[in-house]
């Protein structure tokens, strides 16, 4: 059976107007497609109905605010809109608990949709779900409402692949991969996004291969980032920069393309890399594989605030300094540069652990919700950099965001310690900027450097 049109424009529901679900409604939207957006969330309905955002992702809110005033978009807690549209995308949060899948908001939304669901329509999951899942446990909720996955409607999983930051340019630029129940179903997906956003299909053998290409990128990221992590420790203690080896080891071809190995930091965090590894052993411990690889790379990873704590005192104490004793100046507490994202952030158990040493700490991020800073580190962030430097003992700077670039520390020389520590968690400071600041009386040290 056909499941799309070929006639007409598309229109389509999204449930789950988390982060993901967002980027893609407004990009559809944005495409002229007629949007609903759905969540259980009244308030966050209000919110956007509201035109406030508390995404932090750039050009998101605008585009969202644009596509609720063109008319494209509607937001509303009812499914009742659902059964009127041609593509129903899936887009709640599947989080982990201890390695387990929290399913509880996808069996919500399915076991609702199925109340919904008409014939010809296609149901797009893109919630990360183990392999097998999308087949074993969303068929059957949503063919509980009577209607038959691959005959009535069409059901395929389209794995998101977006990185905070990043996700307007990534929707429109990655290719989109699509695994489908039936071939018709993987068509009928195919012709939607190439019909709305252009982007290029990779049609997977099944939904499973689908399902499996979202853990392995997250996989293969997180493993990267570790061996970063490790080289950036070994480098530490060789007196090497690590920015300088890892420049010249991505000069290396190997396969189609090059040798290419992230930069450290300090820590993982989000949504996505902190869970879908966990995602993956669990998925292989069910059918008795053990995957070593994965729990060594979150060890790893985990590490990394403890680490960079251990800087920040090992630093201070050869200025004379303990860290009961330190103000230091966190400048950026989001999980990565460039955006307000909180989510299983590594500079949370950073500065718990600062506090637990008995230094002061003091919080400024210009990207990140000010209630909700205080809400996850019991801090109220600061308003100005004058402010966070002032007295400051060491400038520990966790997210590089483009906004702190226009910041000169040498500015600040008369308002900071005589003898101020910076510790560069994630700016990776150019040689001649470190050599600067250390001319003008300050410490430096990098994650690796």
Known sequence: MKFLSDQG?????VIGMGYVGSTVA????GEGVDVVGIDVDPALVAQLEGRRSWFSEPGLPELLYSGLDSGHLRVTTEYDLVSGVDVVIIAVGTPVHDTELVDTYLRSACTELAKHLREGQLVILKSTVPPGLTRNVVAPLLEAGGLRAGVDFGLVFCPERLSEGQALREMRMFPIAIGGWCADSAAAAAAFWSRTIGNEIITCASMESAEVVKLASNWWIDHNIAMANELAKLCGV??????????AANTMKKGTGNVNILLPSVGVGGSCLTKD????????????IELNTIPVAREVNDTMPGYTVDLIAEELAGTGKRLDEAKIAVLGVAFKNNTGDLRATPTLPIVAQLQR???EVVIYDPLADAGEVKRIFGLAPVETVREALSGADCIAVLAGHDAFAGIDFVAFRESVAPSCVILDGRAYYSRETIDRYRRHGFAYRGIGR
């Open 9 to 13: 424009n598309t229109s389509a529901a």
């Open 26 to 29: 407004a990009v559809l939207a």
């Open 238 to 247: 060789l007196d090497v920069d690590v920015l300088d080896v890892v420049a």
């Open 277 to 288: 590894p966990w995602m993956v052993w669990r998925a292989a411990r069910d059918r008795d």
């Open 357 to 359: 040493s008995g230094a």
